[in-house]
């Protein structure tokens, strides 16, 4: 066939790739909207979604290149090496633990070593089966559970399932100015210090924290659950997410572990990390980790679970891991975490 008559074959095809293009560039720039212009409409809901444009630039680099086009795939692999260069800490570790840190994981529950099993949970308005978090405690050799939306009920249910022979120690935060699904606790094997059931004044959900011994170094556990960013709940999610934020400015080494109902493409979460703070899942290399939705006919589809620390605080975290558990539309998040200074 002449060469411009496969040319105007391809035309139709090559001007709808051009438009994939064009909305997944526009899409793209959603995230390089300045924190406060990211905060309202569809940008917060949308911007999660940005890691699976990586499947129509694929689709449009490689049908440019059957088409024979030239500007299409050089356009399509340019976005593509935008998206990978936002997510490279996912794909490439910038700071994790090391085997030993996992092997003694392995072995076992030693709370006067270096390296402790940490897990957050959103228990969905209490709903997560108590024996499933009990086994998952023991089977994973957990020295450190954060969770979200938790009931006095739920309490007791798990106290009934026997958590109390795995973490006898517990911090539980007040109701919360506003109910955001039930209160926030941290379970801990270690003896706790300086324990606040409401650590900073936040719209919804009060933070639970306490102090913790990890291998001679003193780390301030902290269990958080930010407003989701639906319409009309915008402004608690920002402003939660600030407040959680300000805890760069007080003097402790912090492990931030919940619900942050945010991604890291999410210029208020960035933000929020800051100078101060390293988001375990996006420095440990080991691809995403997604949360929620759980235990639906979805599979998880964004990461809004997460372990958050000080970042000169000399403790690494990785060897993530998501756990499914039942009556509950997130997945468990697990993390190790070594102190190397």
Same mark, same amino acid.
């Given at each position: 066939?002449?060469? #411009?008559?496969?040319?105007?074959? =391809?035309?139709?095809?090559?001007?709808?790739?051009?438009?994939?293009?064009?909305? /997944?560039?526009?899409? @793209?720039?959603?995230?390089?909207?300045?924190?406060? @212009? &990211?905060?309202? #409409?569809?940008?917060?809901?949308?911007?999660?979604?940005?890691?699976?444009?990586?499947?129509?630039?694929?689709?449009?680099? !490689?049908?440019?290149?059957?088409?024979? +086009?030239?500007?299409?795939?050089?356009?399509?692999?340019?976005?593509?090496?935008?998206?990978?260069?936002? *997510?490279?800490?996912?794909? !490439?570790?910038?700071? $994790?633990?090391?085997?030993?840190?996992?092997?003694?994981?392995?072995? %076992?529950?030693?709370?006067?070593?270096g390296?402790? +099993?940490?897990?957050?949970?959103?228990l969905?308005?209490?709903?997560?089966?108590?024996?499933?978090?009990?086994?998952?405690?023991?089977?994973? *050799?957990?020295?450190?559970? /954060?969770?979200?939306?938790?009931?006095?009920?739920?309490?007791?249910?798990?106290?009934?399932?026997?958590? %109390?022979?795995?973490?006898?120690?517990?911090?539980?935060?007040?109701?919360?100015?506003?109910?955001?699904?039930?209160?926030? /606790?941290?379970?801990?094997?270690?003896? @706790? $210090?300086?324990?606040?059931?409401?650590?900073?004044?936040?719209?919804?959900?009060? @933070?639970?924290?306490?102090?913790?011994?990890?291998?001679?170094?003193?780390?301030r556990?902290?269990?958080?659950?930010?407003n989701?960013?639906?319409?009309?709940?915008?402004?608690?999610?920002?402003?939660?997410?600030? $407040?959680?934020?300000e805890?760069?400015?007080y003097? =402790?080494?912090? !492990?931030? /572990?919940?619900?942050?109902?945010?991604?890291w493409? *999410?210029?208020?979460? +960035?933000?929020?990390?800051?100078?101060?703070?390293?988001?375990?899942?996006?420095?440990? &290399?080991?691809?995403? #980790?997604?949360?929620?939705?759980?235990?639906?006919?979805?599979?998880?589809?964004?990461?809004?679970? #997460?372990?958050?620390?000080?970042?000169?605080? &000399?403790?690494?975290?990785?060897d993530?891991?998501?756990?499914?558990?039942?009556?509950?539309? *997130?997945?468990?998040?697990?993390? $190790?975490?070594?102190?190397? &200074?």
């Amino acid at each position: 066939m002449p060469s #411009h008559l496969a040319r105007g074959r =391809h035309r139709v095809p090559a001007a709808f790739l051009w438009v994939v293009l064009a909305a /997944c560039a526009a899409t @793209m720039a959603l995230r390089c909207l300045p924190v406060g @212009m &990211g905060d309202g #409409h569809d940008v917060p809901i949308i911007v999660p979604f940005l890691p699976y444009l990586g499947i129509p630039l694929i689709v449009a680099l !490689v049908a440019g290149l059957l088409c024979r +086009r030239r500007a299409l795939p050089v356009a399509a692999a340019a976005l593509l090496a935008v998206l990978a260069w936002w *997510h490279a800490g996912y794909l !490439v570790p910038t700071s $994790t633990v090391s085997d030993e840190a996992a092997a003694a994981v392995e072995a %076992g529950v030693d709370t006067s070593d270096g390296v402790a +099993r940490i897990m957050t949970l959103n228990l969905t308005y209490g709903g997560a089966d108590p024996d499933e978090v009990v086994a998952c405690v023991r089977d994973e *050799h957990v020295e450190v559970l /954060c969770l979200q939306e938790a009931t006095n009920d739920y309490l007791a249910e798990l106290d009934a399932a026997g958590i %109390g022979d795995y973490l006898p120690n517990r911090v539980v935060s007040e109701v919360g100015y506003v109910n955001n699904g039930g209160r926030n /606790c941290v379970l801990s094997a270690m003896p @706790m $210090t300086n324990e606040s059931s409401d650590l900073l004044p936040i719209i919804t959900s009060s @933070m639970a924290a306490c102090s913790v011994d990890v291998g001679g170094r003193t780390l301030r556990f902290v269990s958080v659950h930010a407003n989701s960013p639906h319409l009309g709940g915008q402004d608690w999610w920002a402003s939660g997410l600030e $407040t959680i934020g300000e805890l760069a400015g007080y003097d =402790h080494d912090y !492990v931030i /572990c919940g619900d942050f109902n945010a991604t890291w493409d *999410h210029a208020r979460f +960035r933000a929020l990390l800051g100078d101060a703070f390293v988001d375990a899942g996006e420095t440990a &290399g080991e691809g995403f #980790h997604m949360t929620y939705p759980a235990n639906s006919w979805l599979p998880p589809l964004i990461e809004i679970d #997460h372990v958050v620390y000080s970042r000169d605080a &000399g403790i690494v975290v990785g060897d993530l891991e998501t756990v499914e558990v039942s009556g509950t539309d *997130h997945l468990a998040l697990l993390a $190790t975490l070594e102190v190397v &200074g």
